[in-house]
Every structure is written in structure tokens, then in C-alpha cells.
């Protein structure tokens, strides 16, 4: 069955640097997501992306984040500048269409840790 | 914002017990939908309901969602230890970002 891939599974990163986050979403899909949980605490929404552009955001994807789809398999999350709350896991997710019953698919996450 | 509230936090039970997990609203959903999540893994869907009143089923989950699309139940019967894991609730309103429900831990014990 097709899945969500994300890499790298691990991120360990000094405070200030940047990262960038990797996602291969399911190929036939043309929606795209951002999630994270911080350790503890429940899945939040950072960003949808349809049509190589954003097409929702929460107030947390602020102007440290970005995304891009560099080419056709994958999916970006840039943070610019980690802060320390900024740990947590980053789950990536796709779905064939938008409408609310169409399932979201998610990959396993990437942990990242800022020291 | 949809705020959901799962109830309860936490469940511990023995193999073979029943038990029911709730997710609330204050509002309506136009749809919800069940994930299971396992440590270092990502949400997995268990199932999608979209009509108030609707009853799904899927092996030994039983999945209800309320007349006025404000609540859901996941009733597990005979449960195993398979089924340790956290249980989310999600909502997706009129966008297509899920919102999610604080979660159920249930752990399951021989």
C-alpha cells in the first residue's frame, strides 16, 4: 500500500540554525500538509498546500516557516531560524481531494530537537 | 477554532474488558473521523463518519456519531493488547485542515 515517507526520522539542530524537513507524499495525491505535536500535547495544524501554492495556514506557520514542492515527489518544511520550542514531532500528510471526507494519510514524523 | 475534548484522558484495562471513548464539541462537525496513533508513528485512520446518526463498524470497534453531529463514541469490545495506543478524534469544519481532539490513551494489559 502506498505510503507517506518522511525524512530524516531524527533531527538534532543547534538554536538558530536551519532546517529543512522532507516528505515524499503518495504520488497520485495533489494535497498536501504540516502538522506537529509537541511532546505531550495534541496534533496541531501548520499549513495545507494544493497547486504549488499555500492554501491555508495556522497562526503558528509564521514567517520563520515555509514549504515548497521542489519538484514532483517532494514536499518541504523550512524552519529558518529554530527556537527552542520549536522541538517536537513534524508529521507530514496527503490526501487525494480536498473535501472533508477524504482521508489525510500521514507519514511517521520527523522528531526534531533543539538544543 | 473547533476545540474537541476526548474523555477520558487515560484508560487502563484488562484484555477482554469493553470500553468507550467520547470526543465532544461545542460545535458541529461536518465530518469526523477516527486516527490511532502508535509511539513514533504517525496517525493512522480507522474511519470516516459524516451522517448524525451514523454507525460504523470495523472488526471489533464500533464507531458512533451523534444525531446533532456534535459527538462521537469508539465502543471496543473484548479488548486486546493490540489495541493499546492513542485514539484521536479529528474534525475537518468547512476547510480541509484536520483539527484534532486531545486524545484517548488506552492501554490494554494481559
Known amino acids: 500500500e502506498p505510503e507517506v515517507t518522511q525524512t530524516p526520522s531524527h533531527q538534532v539542530t543547534q538554536m538558530g540554525q536551519e532546517v529543512i524537513l522532507r516528505c515524499v507524499p503518495i504520488?497520485?495525491?495533489?494535497?498536501f500538509y504540516w502538522y506537529r505535536q509537541i511532546l505531550g500535547q495534541k496534533v496541531e495544524f501548520l499549513v495545507s498546500f494544493y497547486n504549488n501554492e499555500i492554501s491555508e495556514k495556522s497562526e503558528i506557520f509564521d514567517d520563520q516557516f515555509s514549504v515548497e514542492r521542489p519538484d514532483g515527489s517532494n514536499f518541504t518544511l523550512k524552519i529558518r531560524s529554530t527556537k527552542l520550542e520549536d522541538s517536537a514531532m513534524y508529521f507530514c500528510?496527503?490526501?487525494?481531494?480536498?473535501?472533508?471526507?477524504?482521508?489525510?494519510?500521514f507519514g511517521d514524523g520527523t522528531r526534531l530537537s533543539i538544543l | 477554532t473547533q476545540l474537541l475534548e476526548q474523555s477520558p484522558q487515560f484508560l487502563s484495562i484488562q484484555e477482554g474488558e469493553n470500553l468507550t471513548v467520547y470526543c465532544n464539541s461545542s460545535?458541529?462537525?461536518?465530518?469526523l473521523q477516527w486516527y490511532r496513533q502508535e509511539p513514533g508513528e504517525g496517525p493512522v485512520l480507522l474511519v470516516t463518519v459524516v451522517t448524525g446518526g451514523e454507525v460504523k463498524k470495523l472488526k471489533r470497534l464500533t464507531f458512533q456519531f451523534g444525531d446533532a453531529r456534535k459527538d462521537s463514541s469508539l465502543h471496543i469490545t473484548a479488548a486486546q493488547p493490540g489495541d493499546t495506543g492513542l485514539y484521536l478524534c479529528?474534525?475537518?469544519?468547512?476547510?480541509?485542515?484536520?483539527?484534532f481532539g486531545t486524545g484517548t490513551r488506552l492501554q490494554v494489559t494481559l
Open positions: 504520488s497520485n495525491h495533489l494535497y
Open positions: 500528510a496527503s490526501s487525494e481531494g480536498r473535501q472533508g471526507t477524504q482521508p489525510q494519510h
Open positions: 460545535s458541529v462537525f461536518s465530518s
Open positions: 479529528a474534525s475537518t469544519g468547512t476547510a480541509s485542515k484536520l483539527t
